[in-house]
């Protein structure tokens, strides 16, 4: 099991990778990240940073 660590404005995420389903682009330069079974987080950078950092986990 990979963890994957997202930082957040309110707090970091520590999120398993097998788990992350989608990314989406938001508002103020942040990403949602849709969780399999859960609320999707709001985590700071861009779809391509948070992208590039779940891949490279």
Do not use: C, H
Request: hydrophobic residues 45%; aromatic residues 6%; negative net charge.
């Amino acid at each position: 099991m990979k963890f994957v660590m997202l930082n957040s404005r309110g707090g970091d995420y520590l999120v398993v990778a097998q788990n992350i389903a989608w990314l989406r682009t938001d508002e103020n330069g942040q990403t949602k990240v849709g969780i399999v079974g859960g609320q999707p987080l709001l985590v700071t950078g861009s779809i391509d940073e948070v992208a590039a950092t779940v891949l490279t986990a």
